[in-house]
């Protein structure tokens, strides 16, 4: 059996990782979901909690929270994968006010449940700070601002300058910042394993160490394992970046690899001179990003960028353990807080999350092939995946509501291209959104209009 504790620290904290019984034979039931990450669980959670007498499945090739879900950066924040310039331009105004509110109220029902399930997945709301580092990030963020107030959601951001981001946190060469007040901060790992507790309180199933080789659509559409198939009513497919293994999903999603590093808990003086006080999430603007979560023992997690691209889409533990992108991070860190040197790096891992091609996550049920997809979160997912939980939930159970009137409850995604395009594409434009930052850092703007390397990545 692996030792999933080497995964993540979050998985390493998360208690008894012993895996549940897999499929013993075939069986049928009301739905079948595949995955027991966040986006599975939810889906379950929601579907049982609106109607207790589903049988409902959840088939895991690993253990529940193996892949993104217990390794990401601990952002349950209602950031989305497209921003609302993005949505505006898609589908409106109204759509994208509409997704912005949903996201809103994904986070608070992540707390909500943590609450009434007695998950201790150190949940703590305090909000999100997108981190300006240099002078050509301030338009940026400025633009941000003028998109949130043409959807009339402006009272729930603020823009900061250098001192009021100073009285906050203490940053090295921060300049400015963009407060976001909907945001907490999560043990990921926590998470997804209270929830699948909490999914088999209320009666459903998790299957664990159960690999699905295939999809079956149709009247009655199943889930192909080597140890049996799972029939159902409703199948959902809730693999994020490994749905790209499945047969003909390979062009479905792209996974993209991510890597965090983790310091030692830090001393109090340390802290004295970082601030930080009240672990709000912190993010950077720039094409390659960054992300930071103050965990609840008083550690900082640190992920420098989300970077490669396997080619063919082939996910394995080595790409996820590069030590020249762990370095990067720790580098990446002392810039971010100098005191932070002499500060010893425990823990560093990686793992892959699901690009989709037009960054617009899915979350649809087809009645016609029985099948409802939910993925796509671009790395986005802690809360998004709340909601897709419930869309999903209000589209198999027949429910007309706000959220099956979202975009991504009828959204079809524009497939990759097939290989070696994609990898060539995906290096190509990678390279490009790095030389717009560097040439930036050295002109102090940005280019005027989006090159095509950011129009592509809809950065």
Not at 50 to 61: F, T
Not at 256 to 264: A, D, M, P, R, Y
Not at 401 to 419: C, G, K, V
Not at 420 to 439: C, D, H, Q, T
């Amino acid at each position: 059996m692996k030792n999933y504790a080497q995964y993540s620290f979050w998985l390493e904290t998360a208690g008894d990782l012993t895996p549940r019984p897999p499929l013993d034979g075939s069986t049928t039931v009301d739905v079948a979901i595949l995955g027991a990450g966040l986006s599975g669980l939810w889906t379950a959670y929601h579907l049982l909690k609106r109607d207790p007498s589903l049988k409902v499945a959840v088939v895991e090739a690993e253990i529940a929270g193996f892949g993104a879900s217990g390794r990401n950066g601990g952002w349950c924040y209602s950031g989305f994968p497209l921003s609302p310039k993005h949505l505006i331009k898609d589908y409106g105004v109204e759509a994208a006010r509409a997704v912005s509110l949903a996201m809103f109220d994904a986070v608070d029902d992540v707390g909500a449940v943590c609450a009434a399930e007695g998950i201790d997945a150190h949940y703590r709301k305090s909000g999100t700070f997108e981190i300006a580092r240099a002078e050509h990030h301030l338009p940026v963020i400025h633009e941000y601002y003028e998109e949130v107030e043409a959807i009339g959601l402006e009272d729930h951001y603020e823009l900061l300058d250098a001192r009021q981001t100073a009285e906050h946190l203490r940053v090295n060469k921060a300049v400015g910042s963009f407060f976001i007040k909907e945001g907490a901060t999560v043990q990921p790992a926590r998470l997804t394993r209270g929830l699948a507790e909490a999914v088999e309180r209320r009666g459903g199933v998790i299957y664990e160490q159960t690999r699905v080789t295939d999809v079956r659509p149709g009247p009655n559409p199943a889930l192909v394992t080597e140890r049996g198939d799972v029939t159902a009513k409703v199948v959902v497919l809730c693999g994020e970046a490994y749905l790209s293994q499945l047969p003909g999903r390979s062009r479905q999603i792209m996974p993209v690899t991510s890597h965090i590093v983790l310091t030692e808990p830090l001393k109090e003086s340390t802290w004295e001179q970082i601030g930080w006080k009240e672990r709000q999430v912190i993010g950077a603007y720039g094409t390659t990003g960054g992300y930071l979560n103050h965990t609840a023992d008083g550690r900082i997690a640190f992920g420098p960028y989300r970077g490669g691209y396997p080619f063919r889409s082939r996910i394995s533990d080595a790409i996820n353990l590069r030590e020249e992108i762990f370095e990067h991070g720790r580098r990446s860190a002392l810039d971010w807080f100098p005191m932070l040197r002499g500060v010893r790096f425990t823990h560093r891992w990686g793992g892959v999350l699901g690009v989709p091609r037009d960054r617009m996550p899915t979350m649809t049920y087809d009645r016609r092939s029985g099948i409802a997809i939910g993925s796509g979160y671009s790395g986005e997912g802690v809360a998004t995946t709340n909601l897709t939980g419930r869309v999903l939930t209000d589209l198999i159970t027949e429910t007309d509501s706000d959220l099956t009137r979202l975009p991504m409850a009828s959204h079809a995604p524009r497939p990759w291209e097939p290989e070696p395009l994609r990898w060539i594409g995906f290096k190509a434009v990678r390279y490009s959104l790095g030389r717009v930052e560097r040439n930036a850092e050295k002109t102090g703007k940005y280019p005027e209009k989006p090159t095509l390397a950011q129009r592509l990545w809809r950065s």
